[in-house]
């Protein structure tokens, strides 16, 4: 199982972004798909959930600006990021958990400027 995330980069604040996490494997329908966010010297924390069914759930920061959605058909995950704010800038990774194990996309770094 493999995570590659995609999509970040630098953003005037106000700004969007559209990430993506495309997944191999058989699993990504049947599983759920998280982003998480890690900001420096802070812990990463979780953004957003998208479980197989496609019920969303979201950090109260982003509520209202952040949508997760997913393409079973493209195995792959998206964090479209509306109305971004430098609080936003982190390193963006993707999360899936899976037979047991943690997999992690590789982070996607995305810098909001004032």
């Known amino acids: 199982v493999q995570l590659q995330a995609s999509g970040g980069g630098l953003v005037q604040s106000g700004g969007s972004l559209r990430l993506s996490c495309a997944a191999s494997g058989s699993f990504f329908s049947r599983t759920a798909m998280r982003w998480y966010r890690q900001a420096p010297g802070k812990q990463r924390e979780l953004v957003a959930t998208i479980v197989s069914a496609g019920s969303t759930t979201y950090a109260d920061s982003v509520k209202g600006r952040f949508t997760i959605s997913r393409d079973n058909a493209k195995n792959t995950v998206y964090l479209q990021m509306n109305r971004l704010k430098p609080e936003d800038t982190a390193v963006y990774y993707c999360?899936?958990?899976?037979?047991?194990?943690?997999?992690w996309g590789q982070g996607t770094q995305v810098t909001v400027s004032s």
């Open positions: 999360y899936s958990f899976h037979v047991g194990r943690d997999y």
